[in-house]
């Protein structure tokens, strides 16, 4: 089964300083889909970011960036610039890209807070 | 708002008693899903609708849990004989098709007391 780690349950960065979440996980695939999502308090998650694993190139996404250590199977978010409204839990998912299971994978989260 | 609608936003039940919760995705969404999340945890899946018919349920879902999706738009999920390990956030999620992004509603989180 896949699993999905999250090393780091809490992280603070000043306001314009960057910041790194770390992400982990197992799996016997060779294609699927890695994410970042944001869960601000009380707020709906909403998709940050996405990685697809035959894709080389990390993906970027204005300040939100990833780093994509397949063979390590690691994929860190890292957020430069950071503003207070970054402030949230994020989770980093998997999900399989074919066989049937459609699901989320999600890691236990990282709540970043952002200091002004 | 076209965004995924869940309803309601918050449920306090005594323990026992059965409980029911509606998922509005977003339309013309044929994937739905529902995910069950505890404090200071990552939401877990429970099951997912492509269109009305339910492709995958978690272990997670006991035989007091069930869900459906009649004519493929808003899902309900229901929990008979709620026990306080039941007290969680319950996410409902859609997304187009299979690859796209899912968009997730904002919860309901329940009590069992």
């Known amino acids: 089964a896949q699993t999905v780690t999250q090393s780091q349950p809490e992280m603070s960065v000043q306001e314009a300083e960057t910041v790194t979440l770390s992400c982990t996980y197992d799996?016997?695939?060779?294609?699927?889909?890695l994410f970042w999502y944001k869960q601000p308090p009380s707020r709906q998650m909403i998709l940050v970011i996405r990685q697809e694993a035959y894709k080389q190139q990390n993906a970027t996404e204005n300040r939100f960036s990833v780093n994509f250590q397949k063979a390590a199977k690691s994929f860190s978010l890292k957020i430069s610039d950071s503003q207070l409204g970054d402030a949230a839990m994020y989770f980093c998912?998997?999900?399989?890209?074919?066989?049937?299971?459609?699901?989320?994978?999600f890691g236990k989260g990282t709540k970043l807070t952002v200091n002004p | 708002d076209t965004g995924v609608s869940q309803d309601p936003r918050h449920k306090i039940t005594k323990r026992g008693q059965n409980v029911t919760f509606r998922c509005d995705p977003i339309s013309e969404h044929n994937r739905l899903y529902w995910y069950r999340q505890t404090l200071g945890q990552g939401p877990e899946f429970l099951t997912y609708?492509?269109?009305?018919?339910?492709?995958?349920k978690s272990r997670l879902l006991s035989d007091r849990f069930s869900a459906e999706r009649p004519k493929g738009s808003f899902s309900t999920l229901e929990i008979q004989r709620t026990e306080q390990g039941d007290s969680a956030m319950y996410l409902c999620a859609s997304s187009l098709r299979v690859n796209t992004e899912a968009f997730f509603g904002q919860g309901t989180r329940l009590t069992v007391v």
């Open positions: 799996t016997s695939e060779s294609d699927y889909y």
């Open positions: 609708f492509q269109n009305e018919a339910q492709l995958e």
């Open positions: 998912a998997y999900r399989r890209t074919q066989g049937g299971s459609e699901k989320l994978v």
